[in-house]
């Protein structure tokens, strides 16, 4: 066989040993909390039909779908007249954890019961165009509960946030909106068909003035009376109840347009009782309401979140928000859900960056036995064994090799001690452990295990 | 958009809170004991070059390849007179872990420090017509060592296995062979290319008594001279060190044939070898040698290792053994590695089969705080913090509903502690905690965390 130059596909990571370690240590984090609110693990298969994955994504997904060709003769029977890749693929690979999901509420639903509390931590694959930051292969981590339109669940999502930054030193801001707030700014200004547009003027307030933002809804199509009311969203001021009493009062008919948004009046029923959640319960960190958060409009019906990282720029590291009619598509109409997503790519990012992975994570093997030759390779073998037992990382160096070598190999896997015995400790029943770090050194005898567990703990 | 009827591929499987939470114990019982021998988790993509992955698995495996549709227009520029898979697929999915396994120490080979002692537990994808117990998208679960011929890694191999089950509560029986024992049958036989037929022989002899193995020797184009040697060679009698005796006698000219098998001899040395070392380090379960162990002979040049359980009737639940040339086709030769595969569905069923999960896997959560109206919701807000900070999984029940829906809940989720508080308890500061199981009922003031940890631990 012709001998390869071994590649992986562009876009696509093989994660070594200590990115594994880190990478765990996060998911582990995150599991963790998940695991103390109740949320429990679920997996869905890489591959989804076609049928399933087509539609859900805009005509832009569906071009970024990976197909799985037909096994067998794919091209058996196919009408080289017609579109091929819908003939000959019927699967695709997982796009995100959103669908999937969907379709497994609607598929299993007789088996659920609801509310239905469920994280996912498996990766995706998108044909985007790779570049830094951006792979074909990534993992997402989705918690998610269906079934329940209270806003207690939205209230433990900002909780889990709050503790999984917490485990993990990292410290953060928590955005949240409320979609029905945003169709209400353009219910009253006459506008209910450019939410977008105008969230996205709100957002360039503090960049480019007052003015420029209004050219821009001019460009847009909003009417002059538009205009006058998006300019009284705009100059809203004070704290969050001042913020709030005054929205209230535009909702209300009092905006220029006297327009009233029943939706917008519930948004803020909703922002105001999720707020006062969140007081009751005590979060540690900060919390506000961002009016121009928008986060995948067409998808959320309720809450929008966002978090960021507040010691290292990077984009949002998790986002969701709640959504009405997720499972409709699959013919399961009227469950309300609520969901957030943690980046673990972008997660990882913070931490590196920060240097806030714990050194021990580094530290697979705490103790190495170096051997010189077969029967000290013997005399450590019930050592090893009774050490692990403990649940102490412990391995024997496999061969006779020269001592220098044993070392380079303690150093180059950071394992701090090294034990090295030869027919004097074997004589004497005893075991020598040095430490790497500090140089000190002690011997003990080979009943006295509880001495060594604590010189190597 | 049309509802549709949401299914998935044929072959592939959603796992479910009950399954994931077997599933996780299963795999983190094999991870904690790799851990303490120093193995280390890497993972690769889930699609690999085709180049990577074809002709690795004989002209079988290359049919059961998922190929993946190359991204943007496949199909453009195509000569549709030629094989169109390998023009429009350029990436398949994972089929085993062994193959990237040995790809990523080629790629990585100037990171790595030998020996590589690394664990791999992610799913692979194959096209085979799916049937009961075989799926197209399953975990494979795998420990190897690359970079050292010592004998001392199939000890560990063979101490994890023991540790593992050990926990798991699976008696089990390893069985173990040496590839060139079976090369130096052959040898003696003078039938060198025979090995699988001889192997095959030897295994059946139990079943279809001498005379019929005789028969198919025959069949198998096996010389009467090569028939007399075999028949030596099934006679073998006694424990393990009178046949390991034998069978030096025999590689040593002893036979009919009074050829001599170097490679038999050096076969017979390294058997001895490393049941001198399963001795010298103790294992509880039962290890034997297996004469008629084959398992994908092509791959393997020296031990050769299978699992079984005692107490249920499934097959290998384990398997591995010695390459000598593992990344060889990659364009690394000269690494020796040995390995063993978890085999994560069989050890399910085994598990499930002979009631050994724990029942603590069905209880995610461990209290449900019950609510009856916004102000007990509120109550229990601190409370519930509290105990999840404690590391106590408890959900509070999201809206106000009736009571026996509540306990529904708990019930259909196993949680096994209810506590439910009305305007007296909150006037009071006390909380109220049933124990569904024993129906026992506690009440704790608010400053008890202490009694009530006690209560539901």
Known sequence: MAV??????????D?????????????????????????????????????????????????????????GDAFAGVDF??????????????????????????????????????YQIQPVWRADRPQKGRYREFYQCD???????????????????????????????????????????AEIAQAPDKVVDITVAIDKLDKIGLEK??????????????ITVIREILSLQGGFSEKLAAMKALFNGGSASGVVSETGLLGLQEVEELFGFIQAAGVSCPVELDLSLARGLNYYTGAIFEVKALDWEIGSICGGGRYDNLTGIFGLPGLSGVGISFGADRIYDVLDGLNLFPASLEQATTLLFAVM??????????????????????EIYPEPAKLRKQFEYAEKRSIPFISINGSE??????????????GEQKAFTIEDMEGLLQFIR
Do not use: W
């Open 4 to 13: 390869q130059k071994p590649s992986i596909p562009k876009g696509t990571r």
């Open 15 to 71: 994660f070594g040993q200590k990115e594994m370690a880190r990478r765990n240590y996060i998911f582990d984090t995150i599991r963790s909390v998940f695991r103390t609110y109740g949320y429990q693990q679920i997996e869905t298969p890489a591959m989804e039909n076609l049928s399933t994955l087509l539609g859900k994504y805009g005509e832009e997904g569906d071009k970024l779908l990976f197909r799985i060709l037909n096994s």
């Open 81 to 118: 007249s017609k579109p091929l890749p819908s003939q000959v693929c019927e699967k695709g690979l997982r796009y995100d954890l959103t669908v999937p999901f969907a379709r497994y509420v609607v598929q299993h639903q007789n088996d659920i019961s609801f509310p239905f509390k469920r």
């Open 143 to 185: 918690v998610d509960v269906i079934g329940s339109r209270s806003q207690l669940n939205e209230l433990e999502l900002v909780q889990m946030v709050d503790a999984v930054f917490g485990k993990l030193g990292v410290r953060v801001a928590v955005k949240i909106n409320n979609r029905k707030v945003l169709t209400g700014f």
């Open 213 to 226: 933002v209004e050219e821009e809804m001019v460009e847009k199509g909003i009417s002059a009376d538009g």
């Open 373 to 394: 030759g077969a029967d000290e390779m013997r005399y450590v073998l019930p050592l090893a064994k009774a050490l692990r037992l403990s649940g102490v990382p412990v």
């Open 425 to 438: 400790e074997i004589a004497a029943g005893t075991v020598n452990v040095k430490n790497l770090v500090s």
